[in-house]
Every structure is written in C-alpha cells, then in structure tokens.
C-alpha cells in the first residue's frame, strides 16, 4: 500500500533525527519526498520507498499544529 501524504503533511519518523526530532514536514512530493525536521529546520530529500518503510505514522496538516 503506498504511503498517503500531502504537502503540509507531519510525519513522525521510527528513529529519531540527530537533533533529536522526531516530527518531519512534507514540503515535497515526487519521485522523493522533501522532509523539514521540526526541531532544527534541516531539509532533507528521501526516495518515497525509503520513507515508506522509515514512518510510524501521517499527522494531518490540522492535527499537527
């Protein structure tokens, strides 16, 4: 099944970033997904297949905040 985000998107990561975050926003969508780590605003490009397997869940855009 593949993995439903949007731009906006908050994603929470299985391990955490070495800033020590957890929560990524979608900023992205494509081939790879653009990720902006929510502690220390790192942006980082990922293939969707690598993220697919690496997140715990999708947090709504809404819920997030």
């Known amino acids: ?5 949007r731009i906006g ?3 929470r990561m299985k391990k955490p970033h070495p800033c ?6 979608v900023t992205r969508l494509g081939a790879d ?3 902006l780590c929510q ?3 790192h942006h980082v490009m990922l293939p969707r297949p690598y993220l697919e397997r690496r997140v715990r869940e999708v ?5 997030a905040g």
């Open 39 to 41: 502690e220390c605003r």
């Open 33 to 35: 997904i653009g990720l």
């Open 59 to 63: 947090l709504p855009r809404e819920a």
């Open 20 to 25: 020590g975050g957890h929560l990524w926003e």
């Open 1 to 5: 099944m593949a993995l439903e985000v």
């Open 9 to 11: 998107d908050v994603v």
